[in-house]
């Protein structure tokens, strides 16, 4: 499975933002998807997760009433709707997918995207 990130950028603290995820190859839309990232001299650390049946979702505590998580299983796409960005919220975001629910730690994550940056100036 491979998994290619899109929709990073720079942005100013309050404006919004809407990653992608294109999972190609052995796809399967019974993975469990998510977002993790990566600020600078900080560990990687899970955002947000859903479900193969988008009936489950969750997301670190940080990003709740921020940050949304949904997927298009037809299109293969998991998105992260971010709206009020901090700069806090500046890392490098990774697609991640795994058959493991909840998948909020790194151990459980078996395919990650290359990552795209987010930088989020005051």
């Known amino acids: 499975v491979q998994l290619v990130e899109s929709g990073g950028g720079l942005v100013q603290a309050g404006d919004s933002l809407r990653l992608s995820c294109a999972a190609s190859g052995r796809t399967s839309s019974r993975y469990v998807m998510g977002w993790f990232r990566q600020a600078p001299g900080k560990e990687r650390e899970f955002v947000a997760g859903?479900?193969?049946?988008?009936?489950?979702?969750d997301s670190a505590n940080s990003v709740k009433g921020r940050f949304t998580i949904s997927r298009d299983n037809a299109k293969n796409t998991v998105y992260l709707q971010m709206n009020s960005l901090k700069p806090e919220d500046t890392a490098v975001y990774y697609c991640?997918?795994?058959?493991?629910?909840?998948?909020?730690?790194?151990?459980?994550?078996?395919?990650w995207g290359q990552g795209t940056q987010v930088t989020v100036s005051s």
């Open positions: 991640a997918a795994g058959s493991r629910w909840p998948m909020d730690e790194e151990d459980f994550v078996t395919y």
């Open positions: 859903i479900m193969w049946s988008e009936t489950m979702s």
